[in-house]
């Protein structure tokens, strides 16, 4: 089964500059799986996101538009056909 995964801008240089990629997958498949899949087709991307197994305090994960936090984080259920955001962490202020 397919999941699609869109990808930031900074991490596109990984992906050979494409901003979304399709990741098979495993049915039953958890976010980790999902990452070790784009690891395996677009290495060095899995360091990007991860630190010691969690996902980075700068990394968002969304599975349509459902922060992986909020779920059950690297533990979250995706499915055929699910959308995945990864999304930098945006700070600022005044």
């Known amino acids: 089964m397919a999941v699609t995964v ?3 801008s900074p991490l ?3 992906t050979s500059g494409q901003a979304a990629v ?3 997958i495993a049915d039953a ?7 070790d ?4 087709a677009h290495p060095g991307i899995k360091n990007k ?3 010691n197994g969690e996902i980075r305090g700068y990394v ?3 599975v349509n538009e459902e922060d992986i936090r909020f779920m059950e984080g690297t533990g979250t259920q995706v499915r055929e056909g699910d959308i995945v955001t990864i999304m930098p962490s945006i700070a600022g202020g005044v």
């Open 6 to 8: 869109r990808i930031p």
């Open 12 to 14: 596109q240089k990984l």
């Open 22 to 24: 399709e990741v098979d």
């Open 29 to 35: 498949a958890l976010i980790e799986d999902l990452i």
């Open 37 to 40: 899949g784009l690891e395996n």
């Open 49 to 51: 996101l991860v630190d």
């Open 60 to 62: 968002n994960i969304f």
